[in-house]
T-cell receptor, first 113, second 111 residues
């Protein structure tokens, strides 16, 4: 069974731009969560989507948003990029919401210049 | 102070030794505890998952949870160079996807 896939793997943007990252969960998995990983703050939860609805949200500004499609694929968007948004963005999928076994993708490394 | 504290290491051990990792936390509401392994340039991989206090063993890995001390541990027996990675603890209040992670401990197993 294929794992979680994330595209693109690497991205370079400049301050003020916006970016959209994509995540395809494991086949049959309907919950997708997004995390930001930085050297200073570690792994931090952004949000979770299940059945096209946001179920949980972390403590990030409104510039960070996401959505989920009917095929469970998810996208996250960051608007008005700041230098501090440079990070590895990880997507994790699970069979359903309310389950702790999550499977992570390889991440998208975003660099903001 | 972070909710979950983890020594960043690096922790260097000879091949075959026992690797001992731990995390402390401040939120007594945490009920679910996990350990992830992350290789360089890869996403975290779930190693162990335990609920509430107690021990759990899976092959060379043993996870321990002591909720009274707010302390969790992971032991890796007969360590191999392929165990060299960053190990992250994670925990949640309820069964669900909002995990709180420790900062990770980098482990180096030398042949």
């Amino acid at each position: 069974k294929a794992g979680v896939t994330q595209t693109p793997r690497y991205l370079i943007k400049t301050r003020g731009q916006q970016v959209t990252l994509s995540c395809s969960p494991i086949s049959g998995h309907r919950s997708v969560s997004w995390y930001q990983q930085t050297p200073g703050q570690g792994l931090q939860f952004l949000f979770e989507y299940f059945s096209e609805t946001q179920r949980n949200k972390g403590n990030f500004p409104g510039r960070f948003s996401g959505r989920q499609f009917s095929n469970s694929r998810s996208e996250m968007n960051v608007s008005t990029l700041e230098l501090g948004d440079s990070a590895l963005y990880l997507c994790a999928s699970s069979v359903r919401t309310g389950v702790n076994e999550q499977f992570f993708g390889p991440g998208t490394r975003l660099t903001v210049l | 102070q972070k909710e979950v504290e983890q020594d960043p290491g690096p922790l260097s051990v000879p091949e075959g030794a026992i690797v001992s990792l731990n995390c402390t936390y401040s939120n007594s509401a945490f009920q679910y505890f996990m350990w992830y392994r992350q290789y360089s340039r890869k996403g975290p991989e779930l190693l162990m998952y335990t609920y509430s206090s107690g021990n759990k063993e899976d092959g060379r890995f043993t996870a321990q949870v002591d909720k009274s001390s707010k302390y969790i541990s992971l032991f890796i027996r007969d360590s191999q160079p392929s165990d060299s990675a960053t190990y992250l603890c994670a925990m949640s209040v309820a069964a669900g996807n909002k995990l709180t992670f420790g900062g990770g401990t980098r482990v180096l197993v030398k042949p």
